[in-house]
């Protein structure tokens, strides 16, 4: 009776341990995942050299612009900006490369001034618009003064003639002192204009 009964739970465990056997087809081997592949940067895709983990030009020169580190490169030179960026904390070193990216630019435009040549253009323009901007402005006073000299001859031959007391030499005299007071607030604004723009002076160009 013993040996029928272990013959029987013999027999039950190899049937279970076959059921369950990882070579079954009903659970078939997980595949292993895929290989992350890590493209270098543009600094170093142009250098040849292997991108470090921790690479302190990986950050501001991205693989897909590699003309930003070319035009860097050629002025500066790869030794000069890894130093510049080590000098400096984490949170300045991108306003210092698109600094050192639009030196580079300029230098190329314009080798012996470079983005000194650029500020002095854009100044010079700022002076001539200055410049226009008063000339204009003295040309409108002039003829407000025209205007205003030609409605007080207007106003003493209509004060002279027969006709003074009509409502004629009145509405003159109503131009007149409209024109008089337009000028003396277009002169005021032009005062305040002049205390408020005090770079306007060609001493603080120079």
Known sequence: MGYSDTTTATTITSKSSRSVSPSSPSSPPTP???????????????????????????????????????????????????????????SQRADAVSSMVYEANARLRDPVYGSAGAICQLQKQVSDLQAQLAKTQAELVNMQCQQANLMALICMEMAQSPQA????????????????SQLAAFQANLNLLDESHPWDHPALWT
């Open 32 to 90: 292993p995942p895929p290989a992350v592949v890590v493209s270098p940067c543009a600094a170093c895709k142009i250098l040849r050299r292997r991108c470090a983990e921790k690479c302190v030009l990986a950050p501001y020169f991205p693989p897909n612009d590699p003309i930003k580190f070319t035009t860097a490169h050629r002025v500066f030179g790869a030794s000069n900006i890894i130093k510049f960026l080590q000098e400096l904390p984490e």
């Open 165 to 180: 007391s009509s409502p004629q030499q009145q509405s003159f005299d109503n131009n007149f002192i409209n024109s008089s």
